[in-house]
């Protein structure tokens, strides 16, 4: 019923920066909660960051806290990960996530209904 669609990942040095973007679309307009959770191989998924419907408020997860930020876009139910001062720890497959509950901030996975597929973040050091 909704397709969440990421993108913007690739291949970057350390220091450097890449801008993700999501999109949550359905057949009847609604308004989301959006987050974002990475998954390195072997690891568990770990939460990013996350956004109310409006933008109006944020959470992000400590290791990313003063580096990355979200922020809603100008289409409906669009979302930005705006990545800054990469690590090689970073390196992760980056999810995008939605939810109707769009108030909230959730910080777990199981806080959102709606996924992507994922997009690869590498970087080299």
């Known amino acids: 019923q909704v397709q969440v669609v990421e993108s913007g990942g690739g291949l970057v040095q350390a220091g450097g920066s890449l801008r993700l973007s999501c999109t949550a679309s359905?057949?009847?307009?609604?308004?989301?909660?959006m987050g974002w959770f990475r998954q390195a191989p072997g690891q568990e998924r770990e939460f990013v960051a996350s956004i109310n419907w409006n933008g109006r408020d944020t959470k992000y997860g400590d290791s990313v806290t003063g580096r990355f930020t979200i922020s809603r876009g100008n289409a409906p139910n669009t979302a930005y990960l705006s990545m800054d001062n990469l690590k090689p720890d970073d390196t992760a497959v980056y999810y995008c996530a939605a939810d109707r509950k769009s108030w909230i901030l959730g910080t777990r996975p199981s806080d959102y209904v709606y996924w992507g597929q994922g997009t690869q973040v590498t970087v080299s050091s």
């Open positions: 359905a057949h009847t307009a609604s308004t989301y909660s």
